[in-house]
C-alpha cells in the first residue's frame, strides 16, 4: 500500500528554521514529481515547492531564496528545508506525490499534512 509520510513541522520563531520530510513507500520516488503543498486557515491549498525526477525544482515566489526542496533517492525521502521563517509561513505542510504519463495513467498520493507554526 502506497503511504506518503510528512513529519518535521512544529512550532518555530520567525527567522528560524525547519526540515520537512516525506517519506514514501510503496512506490518508487525518483519516477514521481514531488511537490509541497501549505494550506493555511481559510485559504486554498498553493504549491510551495516541486522537484521533477530529474532533479528540476520549481517555487512558488513567496519562498524562493528561503525554502529549498531536495530529494534523497536512496531514501526514498523528499525534504523541505525552510530558512527565515515568516509568520506567513504558518500552515499545514502536505506532501505529494504524482505522476502523469498521457495515455497511460495518472497517479497522485498524499500525505496528512504536517504543522508549521511561525509565532510572532
Known amino acids: 500500500q502506497v503511504q506518503v509520510v510528512e513529519s518535521g513541522g512544529g512550532l518555530v520563531q520567525p527567522g528560524g528554521s525547519l526540515r520537512l520530510s516525506c517519506a514514501a513507500s510503496?512506490?518508487?520516488?525518483?519516477?514521481?514529481?514531488m511537490d509541497w503543498y501549505r494550506q493555511a486557515p481559510g485559504a486554498q491549498r498553493e504549491l510551495v515547492a516541486a522537484?521533477?525526477?530529474?532533479?528540476?525544482?520549481n517555487y512558488a515566489d513567496s519562498v524562493k531564496g528561503r525554502f529549498t526542496i531536495f530529494r534523497d533517492t536512496a531514501k526514498n525521502t523528499v525534504y523541505l528545508q525552510m530558512n527565515s521563517l515568516k509568520p506567513e509561513d504558518t500552515a499545514v505542510y502536505y506532501c505529494?506525490?504524482?505522476?502523469?504519463?498521457?495515455?497511460?495513467?495518472?497517479?497522485?498520493?498524499w500525505g496528512q499534512g504536517t504543522q508549521v507554526t511561525v509565532s510572532s
Open positions: 505529494n506525490a504524482n505522476r502523469w504519463r498521457l495515455g497511460v495513467d495518472r497517479s497522485d498520493y
Open positions: 510503496g512506490i518508487d520516488m525518483s519516477v514521481y514529481t
Open positions: 522537484i521533477s525526477p530529474g532533479g528540476t525544482t
